[in-house]
């Protein structure tokens, strides 16, 4: 049965061993994120701070923060088998006759049950606070040392497409200003900002309204992250996951619908026009992020449970936990980027590349420069936009070993004939860019160069033993002794 709340996944991870309680006093400016940063560099479990300093308020973070959890939060025994079911439903097609007709039904009788599904009201409502409330009443981190202030983290944050009405739900940390106004950290590429830039152009109204959840099931929060298409729902999508529909409930001052069992929920609306300096902000990257103007959400409500559980990360030098939920999100979409690049065999996104700097590419190769075409390919791929390297190698090479990828495309390149260069959109979060959003990209052909791409010497074989010696081997060798 899928988890109905944070509190079934917290339960699930102690029951695994998965969970530490914390009972020390830990103050949630920076010591919070000494330990946790330690914890899930040691593979450590998840951490609930029962006694935050200042607060009444239990604190969970590094609940993601290995691959045993995040099976743990999506309930499969691989993150692989979530990409056996996407591919499954990309390969319906329309039936054939009344058998095949009825041999369907069973799956869309299934797709209908993933649908989210309005209720009138929800544990998240236990508590609503209209006047007297301040955002400081929750143990908010300060993550890093030159952070601008403190940090929601782990925010799923709702808006409405103005043109089609279509909700959207992303992740977007927010700087908390005062009692009741954060920033709004929509960058230009998100589908929030999108929303914020149509709704300024259309210069009807003054306010956009956005609604943020705190703490959920850990499916739903997970998609929150998901880089899905514009008019996808990511509620609908998180149905998917966990096979049971997201109960979704009105909030109280704005027109929005929010996760029913939600820990915490603010309210309010971003002022069109109305911009204040966010950051710095210790970030994924690992570097700070630096200032910049962002849009300024006023919170006019907040709902809550009786005894809510705040729910927080950290990000910064990898691996951290959100490496573990970019693996998962590589894990989830190979069959999408299969869908339209066939050849591709796996694809890898190493801690070090923090997502958008490197991505390892395998391919089973079929024609000359396959490699470039699948390279251009990935730059117009939604956020794959952003990849700033791109290493393509043949399909016998696993892209998993980054080890043995680096081996083998040193090896296989001629850097001034192998390498191209491209300009394109880059991440706001790059310090490195020329300039904000916009910069070059850099493609790497590792595979195997054929006579039809002009290169006309012999290519050698990579060195193997003979299988019968390693038999022969393996049948003496605890006698040797070596070990």
């Not at 027109?255 to 210790?282: M, Q, R, S, W």
């Not at 075409?373 to 390297?389: E, R, S, Y």
């Amino acid at each position: 049965m899928a988890y109905t709340d944070l509190r079934e996944f917290i339960r699930a991870l102690e029951k695994n061993g998965e969970l530490k309680r914390i009972s020390a006093e830990v103050d949630p400016v920076l010591e919070i994120t000494e330990i946790a940063d330690r914890a899930v560099k040691r593979g450590g479990p998840a951490l609930l701070f029962e006694n935050p300093k200042g607060y009444n308020i239990p604190v969970l973070i590094n609940a993601f923060a290995s691959t045993r959890k995040m099976e743990l939060a999506l309930q499969v025994d691989s993150i692989d088998s979530i990409a056996g079911r996407i591919s499954d439903y990309l390969e319906l097609k329309t039936p054939q006759g009344l058998m095949g007709k009825l041999s369907m039904l069973p799956k869309l009788a299934e797709m209908g049950s993933f649908f989210p599904k309005d209720v009138k009201s929800g544990p998240v409502k236990e508590i609503i606070r209209k006047d007297d409330f301040s955002l400081f009443d929750y143990p908010v981190l300060q993550c890093w040392p030159q952070d601008g202030g403190r940090f929601i983290t782990l925010p799923l944050v709702f808006s409405k497409n103005p043109v089609s009405g279509k909700r959207n739900v992303g992740m977007y940390r927010l700087q908390i200003y005062d009692d009741r106004s954060t920033g709004m950290h929509w960058q230009t590429h998100k589908q929030g900002a999108e929303h914020y830039r149509r709704r300024l152009a259309e210069g009807k109204d003054e306010r956009m309204e956005a609604a943020v959840a705190i703490g959920a099931d850990p499916a739903t929060m997970f998609s929150a992250i998901l880089p899905l298409p514009p008019d996808l729902d990511e509620m609908l999508f998180a149905g998917f996951l966990r096979s049971k529909p997201v109960e979704l409930v009105k909030c109280e001052t704005v027109d929005l619908e929010v996760p029913a069992h939600a820990e915490i929920v603010l309210e309010g609306y971003v002022k069109l026009g109305e911009l204040k300096t966010e950051g710095p902000f210790g970030d994924h990257t690992g570097f700070y992020s630096l200032e910049d103007d962002f849009p300024v959400f006023h919170v006019t409500c907040i709902t809550q449970r009786k005894d809510p559980i705040y729910a927080t990360t950290i990000v910064g030098p990898p691996p951290m936990e959100d490496f573990y939920m970019g693996k998962t999100i590589e894990r989830v979409f190979l069959p999408l980027m299969r869908l339209q690049l066939p050849e591709v065999v796996d694809m890898c996104m190493p801690a070090e590349g923090i997502f958008h700097n490197l991505m390892l590419i395998s391919i089973r190769k079929s024609y000359p420069l396959q490699a470039r075409k699948v390279m251009n390919a990935i730059w117009g791929l939604g956020q794959a936009m952003f990849t700033k390297v791109i290493v393509v190698v043949d399909h016998d090479v696993d892209v998993q070993n980054v080890s043995e990828v680096a081996w083998k495309a040193l090896n296989n390149i001629d850097p001034e004939r192998d390498i191209q260069f491209t300009m394109g959109p880059i991440d706001q979060l790059d310090h490195s860019s020329r300039l904000p959003n916009y910069g070059s990209k850099m493609g790497i052909d590792a595979t195997r160069k054929w006579p039809q791409e002009g290169f006309t010497r012999p290519w050698p074989d990579v060195i193997k033993m003979d299988e019968d010696v390693k038999k022969r081997v393996d049948a003496i060798w605890k006698q040797l002794g070596i070990d």
